[in-house]
């Protein structure tokens, strides 16, 4: 049997090399590209069968997903940007459905988790960190990097302060990224775990000792469905929190 951290391996379904000549890079076409693939895929029947027959007396249960699912991100802007945080409603809708689905796929048997990997949380939290960077930049010049020097701070400590809120700040896109993948690796690997007590306790004792583990799976699951939506919704408040740091330099 597998160990519980083979669903985490990284398979190319398709081989691709790049030729010598231009660096001779593996860009195959990996289990991680499909899912990713398949979470966008998944997202875009969801929104464009929602908003296919719009019906603004009546809505059915799929359109009032849809708008439900909106507006719950529409308020998160709201409530933690304000009025001007509205044009950045799209990158936000579509950081937080591009997590959920894919969290939610990979509870799917023998699917692929791909946001239990570090370089692809990494990635998404680095664009988020460059553009909430460059954001602040273009919106306050040079005036951005004084959020740096704490207001009232005692001179002698204003280096030492600054250094701090330096590393505090760089620091972002690495426990964004960490949290999401390390939740879903965490909880994967347990189901993983308790999945294979199931079959070796069963088989052991006749089926008896295969109810704990089995029972304490099925708990895990409706946890880790939980943990799905939960950290979608922790990455799109933390964005929304570091746009509205650019923005009032707070």
């Not at 009032?64 to 699912?69: A, F, H, I, L, N």
């Not at 664009?127 to 930049?137: D, E, N, P, S, Y």
């Not at 002698?156 to 972002?172: T, W």
């Amino acid at each position: 049997m597998a160990g519980p951290l083979a669903q985490f391996e990284i398979k190319p379904l398709l081989e691709i090399r790049l030729p010598e000549v231009l660096g001779g890079y593996d860009i195959s076409f990996t289990n991680s590209a499909l899912w990713m693939l398949l979470s966008i895929s998944a997202v875009s029947f969801f929104l464009l069968v929602g908003i296919r027959k719009r019906e603004s007396n009546a809505p059915g249960r799929w359109q009032g997903s849809v708008e439900s699912c909106y507006e719950f991100i529409a308020n998160l802007v709201n409530d933690n940007i304000g009025e001007e945080g509205r044009r950045f409603l799209p990158i936000i809708f579509t950081l937080f459905l591009f997590i959920l689905f894919g969290n939610l796929l990979g509870m799917i048997p023998y699917s692929f988790t791909f946001t239990s990997h570090i370089i692809v949380t990494f990635a998404m939290a680095l664009v988020v960190f460059i553009g909430v960077t460059l954001l602040g930049i273009f919106t306050h010049g040079l005036h951005f990097f004084s959020s740096f020097v704490p207001q009232g701070a005692p001179s002698v400590l204003v280096p030492f302060m600054i250094v701090i809120e330096i590393i505090s700040y760089l620091s972002r896109p690495v426990s964004l990224s960490i949290r999401l993948f390390a939740n879903m690796m965490a909880g994967h690997t347990m189901m993983k775990v308790f999945a294979g007590f199931v079959i070796s306790l069963g088989a052991a004792t006749f089926g008896i000792g295969a109810i704990a583990p089995l029972a304490m799976t099925v708990v895990l699951t409706g946890f880790e469905i939980l943990v799905a939506f939960l950290q979608a919704y922790v990455f799109a408040v933390l964005t929304c929190l570091y746009i509205n740091d650019a923005l009032h330099l707070h």
